[in-house]
């Protein structure tokens, strides 16, 4: 016992230390971004959308339900926020963490409190997961009420499925990507639901802020420069990754033929094991990163039950332990900021390589994650 709780507490250690090198470099920056956009709407009466981060071309992205739901940071102090943000996230990461290696666990029959602890070290440690923590952004609570409404709602046939999935698209539109994975497994009563939800809190925000809604709607989410610069590497999506490919003038039009060849892969692999939504869940995240035309290194939380599922699957076979070494070396590549050396853009070939390893290890998992779940009678090796 003595020894399970030092390694315990060296790994909490190391993961703090980790978080707190990332937040002296991000600052909660995307945190500061909400703050100053929801003081100047509610405060100052202003168009939320027209506000910008002084020095900045970043300003409030989400559509008005998003904005709806934080009106709380109007009149709170900076620092109360960042503090709510960061107990969220770590909070939302330890239960998503519980509910995704419970299988492993009961198969491996060690003390459940300790394979939880080093789980929620790890996972905090995580690039996309600390760089959530250190921005202030609601990545992982997304990904919470997404996946307890296909884990439990959709998983068990509740009848409130998709109920949450349609308030995460509400929040923020690329949940919006579990419908079509709703539509595609053929549970058209979880999709409706879905749908019937995020229109109705979409309607909820427009009748209480009809100008910013119009806004929104019209203009704001076509200005693909409020979000940045599309072929930063941060952005570690297929439009990311052909942006930073000499292709300038097709780079549209490839972009769209890699979407529909991914998605059209991606159903097949969901439509192979229909009843196992952890499986779902896992290829939909990481659908949703590879075609989504943004999405930054903390986006990428969306990838965390891939990887789990190919870490579970390696460790409960003997023969097979090829999804193990695919887990283990996401994990590894993806936490060790490997990805930065090319944030200038070096030369290539080698920029062709390391400047998109979240692209490569998210088209890892669409193709080789395992589908079948391990039974708990797996041998754990």
Not at 117 to 144: D, H, K, W
Not at 193 to 218: H, I, K, N, Y
Request: charged letters at 10%; proline letters at 6%; a positive charge.
């Amino acid at each position: 016992m003595t020894k399970k709780v030092s390694v315990v507490a060296a790994l909490a250690l190391l993961a703090v230390g980790i978080v707190w090198l990332a937040a002296t470099r991000n600052e909660f920056f995307d945190s500061k971004v909400y703050y100053g956009a929801v003081q100047y709407w509610y405060r100052d009466g202003g168009m939320v959308y027209d506000w910008l981060r002084p020095g900045t071309p970043y300003g409030f992205t989400y559509p008005p339900f998003a904005g709806l739901l934080m009106a709380p940071m109007a009149f709170l102090p900076f620092p109360a926020v960042v503090v709510i943000a960061t107990i969220a996230t770590v909070g939302t990461t330890a239960l998503l963490t519980w509910w995704l290696i419970t299988p492993m666990v009961r198969r491996a029959g060690r003390p459940a409190w300790f394979a939880f602890a080093v789980a929620v070290c790890l996972a905090i440690a995580f690039e996309p997961v600390r760089e959530t923590i250190t921005f202030g952004q609601v990545n992982t609570l997304l990904l919470t009420i997404v996946a307890a409404d296909v884990l439990f709602g959709v998983g068990q046939g509740r009848r409130w499925a998709g109920v949450g999935i349609g308030l995460a698209t509400a929040i923020k539109l690329t949940p919006g990507v579990f419908i079509l994975y709703l539509l595609v497994t053929g549970r058209w009563r979880a999709a409706l639901t879905a749908m019937a939800t995020a229109a109705g809190a979409t309607l909820v925000a427009a009748a209480v802020f009809p100008d910013q809604s119009r806004e929104f709607w019209t203009s704001a989410l076509w200005d693909t420069g409020r979000v940045g610069v599309l072929s930063y590497v941060s952005n570690q999506s297929l439009r990311g990754y052909l942006d930073r490919l000499p292709v300038d003038a097709v780079a549209s039009y490839l972009w769209i033929l890699c979407v529909l060849a991914v998605l059209v892969f991606w159903a097949w692999r969901v439509r192979e094991n229909i009843d196992d939504v952890a499986a779902g869940l896992a290829l939909t995240g990481v659908l949703g990163c590879l075609i989504s035309p943004v999405t930054w290194v903390h986006h990428c939380v969306w990838l965390l039950p891939a990887l789990i599922r190919c870490i579970d699957a390696g460790l409960a076979s003997r023969d097979n332990r090829k999804p193990l070494y695919l887990g283990a070396a996401a994990y590894l590549v993806l936490t060790s900021r490997l990805l930065w050396v090319w944030e200038k853009q070096p030369q290539p070939p080698l920029a062709l390589i390391g400047a998109n390893l979240y692209v490569y290890f998210s088209l890892a998992f669409l193709i080789w994650m395992p589908i079948q779940a391990p039974s708990e009678g797996s041998d754990t090796g």
